[in-house]
Nanobody, 115 residues
Framework: QVQLVESGGGLVQAGGSLRLSCAAS????????MGWHRQAPGKQRELVAT???????NYADSVKGRFTISRDNAKDTVYLQMNSLKPEDTAVYYC?????????WGQGTQVTVSS
């Protein structure tokens, strides 16, 4: 059973920064894709950013230029550096890791941005 352990959420003022971390319990192969999604109250979960084992990245338009995803393949850990945070970034942020066609989810970490 794969476990994803997230950390780094919290309360920050608009314009501030936070860094999220997510460590996957080790398997023989690193995840093909690791990423972050978020879910705000009353809204569907949405993609924030993904990172492939080959170094490719993908971002939601709403966070481009403000958020940066990175990963440490040796530790199966993915990070999300969030700068210039806005109140609309407030959500529960979920880490994901995909091996083949199977995706695993973390428990979520709350990010609250005050105006």
């Amino acid at each position: 059973q794969v476990q994803l352990v997230e950390s780094g959420g919290g309360l920050v003022q608009a314009g501030g920064s936070l860094r999220l971390s997510c460590a996957a319990s080790r398997r023989m192969l690193s995840p093909n894709v690791m990423g972050w999604h978020r879910q705000a109250p009353g809204k569907q979960r949405e993609l924030v950013a993904t990172s492939t084992s080959g170094g490719g990245t993908n971002y939601a338009d709403s966070v481009k230029g403000r958020f940066t995803i990175s990963r440490d393949n040796a530790k199966d850990t993915v990070y999300l550096q969030m700068n210039s945070l806005k109140p609309e970034d407030t959500a529960v942020y979920y880490c994901s890791a995909t091996w083949g066609t199977t995706k695993y989810w973390g428990q979520g970490t709350q990010v609250t941005v005050s105006s």
